[in-house]
C-alpha cells in the first residue's frame, strides 16, 4: 500500500482510500499496493491486505572442512592428552567457555527484548490501563455536541451507509453490532478508537487491549485499542468482533494473513456478512470489495472503511490520543468524536433510540440525519 502522508487535516478528500483488503481464507494474497486498495474517508480502508513477497534467503551449506591426519599431528595429539594435568585444565577451559556462551546468550536476548520494547510492535497481550478505558467512556455529551460531525476532518461518503430491506441481525434477543478487521491495520487502528467511544455510551468494555498498527504498512505504528479478547456488556445491543490477522510479520514461506500471522478465524456467521456486504454490491465505489475496516450496525447500517486519517494520529502516544477525546480543539479529539457521533446515531438506528439521554443528543440526531442511505436493493 502506498503511504498516505500525515497531514494535520482528516484527509477527507475523495481521492484519499482509506481502506485496507481484508485477507481470504486459502492462500496467500499479493499486498495491494495504492490508496485505491484502501477506504479512509470517503471511504477509506484497507483493501484485502496481501502477503508480502515471501522471499526466502537461503542459507549456505558450510563446505565440509579439510581433515589433515599425517602421524605427525596424531602423535601430537596423543602427547597433549597424555601430558600431566591435561584434564584439569581442558576442564577449566570448559567451564570458562560455557560461562562465556551463557553471558553472550543473555547479552543477546536482553538486546534483543530491548528493542522489541522500543521499536517492535505491540502485540495483543498488553491491556489498556484504566486511565484509558476511563477516558473512553467518559467523554462527556457537551464535548461531542461541540465537535459535533467535525466538518473538514470526518468524512462518511463511501465509507458509511444506510441499508433497508435485510433480514435483521440480532443475538441474545438484542441488535447485534459486527466489527471485522486486523491489528495490522492503520485504517482500523484509526477506527476503534470512535467504535469504542460510541459503544461505550451503551454499555460497558472490559479487557480492552493496546496495540498498534503494522510498522512497515502505510502511516506506521499507529497506536489504538484491540478488540481481540475484550468483553461487552450492554442492554441495549451486543457487540462481536473479529481481529483475523495479528501486526506481527509472518516468516518467510509460512502461511500468512495478509502477510501477517493468523489471529483469530471468523465465525461461518461472519464470514457471509462479510461477504455480503463488504462487496461493491453496497460500496460501488469498492470496485474490488473486501475491505476492512468492516461494521455491520444490525444488518441497518454499514461501515466499509475508515472515516478520517489515521495519519491524524501520527506520533500520538496511548495516552495523548484518549487525553485528546476530551478536547474539541485538538484535530485528533476532532476525528475520534466526530467520528463516534455517527457511530452513536447508527446504535441509536437498531435501539430504538434508547437509552434517550445518549440519542436525544443534538450532534447524534444531525449525524442519523446526514447518513448516506444506500442505493443496493
Not at 6 to 31: D, H, I, L
Request: aromatic share 6%; proline share 8%; net charge positive.
Amino acid at each position: 500500500m502506498a503511504g498516505t502522508g500525515n497531514s494535520g487535516s482528516s484527509g477527507g478528500s475523495a481521492n484519499r482510500s482509506q481502506r485496507a483488503r481484508r485477507s481470504e481464507p486459502g492462500g496467500a494474497k499479493t499486498r495491494t499496493d495504492g490508496r485505491s486498495s484502501s477506504k479512509g474517508p470517503a471511504g477509506s480502508s484497507t483493501k484485502r491486505a496481501t502477503p508480502g513477497a515471501s522471499s526466502g534467503v537461503k542459507a549456505s551449506r558450510s563446505a565440509p572442512g579439510r581433515i589433515t591426519s599425517s602421524s605427525q599431528n596424531q602423535r601430537g595429539a596423543r602427547n597433549a592428552r597424555n601430558a600431566p594435568g591435561h584434564s584439569s585444565k581442558a576442564t577449566l577451559y570448559g567451564v570458562i567457555a560455557t560461562v562465556l556462551v551463557v553471558v553472550i546468550v543473555l547479552v543477546v536476548v536482553l538486546v534483543a527484548v530491548t528493542k522489541s520494547k522500543s521499536t517492535g510492535p505491540i502485540e495483543h497481550e498488553s491491556l489498556a490501563p484504566a486511565s484509558i478505558v476511563h477516558e473512553i467512556a467518559t467523554v462527556p455529551e457537551s464535548v461531542l455536541n461541540k465537535v459535533g460531525l467535525a466538518s473538514g476532518h470526518v468524512t462518511v461518503q463511501g465509507a458509511l451507509e444506510k441499508i433497508s430491506g435485510q433480514p435483521p441481525l440480532t443475538s441474545g434477543g438484542k441488535p447485534e453490532v459486527v466489527y471485522f478487521g486486523s491489528e495490522y491495520c492503520p485504517f482500523c487502528a484509526a477506527t476503534r478508537w470512535p467504535i469504542a467511544v460510541a459503544l461505550s455510551k451503551f454499555g460497558t468494555f472490559t479487557h480492552l487491549g493496546m496495540i498498534e498498527s503494522s510498522i512497515t504498512d502505510v502511516d506506521p505504528g499507529t497506536k489504538t485499542l484491540d478488540f481481540y479478547g475484550s468483553h461487552y456488556s450492554s442492554p441495549y445491543v451486543t457487540f462481536d468482533p473479529t481481529e483475523q490477522c495479528t501486526n506481527i510479520p509472518a516468516p518467510p514461506g509460512a502461511p500468512s494473513c495478509a502477510g501477517y500471522t493468523f489471529l483469530q478465524t471468523p465465525t461461518p456467521q461472519i464470514s457471509r456478512l462479510v461477504s455480503k456486504y463488504d462487496s461493491p454490491t453496497f460500496f460501488p465505489a469498492d470496485t474490488q470489495g473486501g475491505s476492512i475496516p468492516f461494521m455491520d450496525y444490525a444488518n441497518h447500517y454499514l461501515l466499509s472503511g475508515a472515516v478520517y486519517n489515521p495519519g491524524d494520529l501520527t506520533g500520538l502516544s496511548h495516552a495523548e490520543i484518549a487525553a485528546s477525546l476530551d478536547n474539541p480543539s485538538t484535530i485528533p479529539g476532532q476525528d475520534i468524536d466526530g467520528a463516534a457521533n455517527y457511530f452513536i446515531a447508527a446504535v441509536c438506528g437498531v435501539t430504538g433510540n434508547r437509552p434517550g439521554r445518549v440519542c436525544d443528543q443534538p450532534a447524534v440526531k444531525r449525524a442519523a440525519a446526514s447518513i448516506p442511505v444506500s442505493s443496493a436493493k
